[in-house]
């Protein structure tokens, strides 16, 4: 497929309608949440209807090009507080209506409140508010619970499969924006890619944004599709391959888990393959992920 490893930049049912069916294994996206974000280009303000509407010919979209048993994880959260809308049960009851299997539902915890400000009737039963902390992972399945593969293709350990298949999952936000209003953290991407997909496996993000999913995807050997309508975002997403390209073949100081990778300067040994003796050292794939930042929760405001 011309498509895989490749930064797309159209709008996403457009670019989605070149996608062969059933070629994709495992989707993971965050649409916009149609709550007035400032993003590049898209119009983040339809009327609710409308906007139920379009999200609904994506999932159409995302079913057909998904393989038998191919998984797709939304990550989506209740919007709004004064003007709540249950989001995240919309979705759910569209993509159940369009025959996809929902496997589960995992809890993003990522404790951003902060200083509050939005407590409602502060003291009092006469209209408190509950500021949610945490968001949705909707994970579906297309036609098949399984998705089958030669089981040398997995490479999940034990102790990130113990871990994960844990549906609760705290994980703070990314720091890093890069000009981006809501980017993915990579850990998060990294747990939906090692525990649904195999090697070599094709991942999709139809709202690529600024690229994570593509990154995570390359830096564990799978594939990517990445979709976003925005030029800059799309710009930033190809810096951030080739600098991931660059991390996987530099040397890298393997250190403890939990530490920063150092990279150190590149010079090609007089010996360009290594001897029958030698085995070349594996990077575990975690430790190829970003440092995480700490993460500064922004004031919390009436929504």
């Known amino acids: 497929m011309k498509l895989v490893d490749q930064i797309i930049c159209e709008d996403c049912l457009e670019a989605m309608a070149r996608i062969p069916d059933n070629t994709i294994h495992l989707a993971i996206t965050s649409p916009p949440y149609n709550l007035g974000i400032n ?113 040398k293709e997995t490479d999940i350990t034990a102790d990130e499969f113990m871990r994960f298949s844990d549906g609760f999952w705290y994980i703070p936000p990314e720091s890093q924006r890069r000009g981006h209003p809501t980017p993915f953290p990579e850990e998060l991407i990294y747990r939906l890619v090692k525990f649904y997909t195999y090697k070599d496996n094709i991942v999709l993000d139809m709202f690529g944004g600024t690229g994570t999913v593509a990154v995570v995807a390359l830096k564990t050997g799978r594939h990517f599709v990445h979709i976003d309508v925005s030029p800059k975002y799309c710009k930033i997403a190809e810096d951030r391959l080739q600098a991931a390209r660059l991390l996987k073949e530099l040397p890298l100081s393997l250190g403890k888990p939990g530490r920063k990778v150092k990279i150190s300067r590149y010079a090609p040994s007089k010996a360009t393959n290594p001897t029958q003796h030698e085995k070349k050292k594996e990077i575990e794939q975690s430790r190829l992920l970003e440092p995480k930042g700490k993460y500064k929760p922004r004031k919390t405001k009436h929504a």
């Open 39 to 151: 993003y590049d280009i898209h119009n983040d303000s339809l009327a609710y209807k409308e906007y139920l509407e379009w999200m609904k010919k994506v999932w159409l979209e995302t079913k057909r090009v998904l393989v038998p048993g191919g998984r797709f994880a939304l990550n989506i959260a209740p919007t709004s507080i004064k003007n709540f809308k249950p989001i995240h049960h919309d979705f759910s009851n569209q993509l159940r209506k369009i025959g996809l299997i929902m496997r589960t539902e995992i809890i993003w915890y990522k404790q951003t409140m902060g200083r509050r400000t939005a407590w409602g009737s502060w003291k009092s039963p006469a209209n408190p508010h509950i500021v949610p902390s945490w968001e949705y992972v909707l994970v579906f399945s297309k036609k098949s619970w399984n998705l089958n593969s030669d089981s």
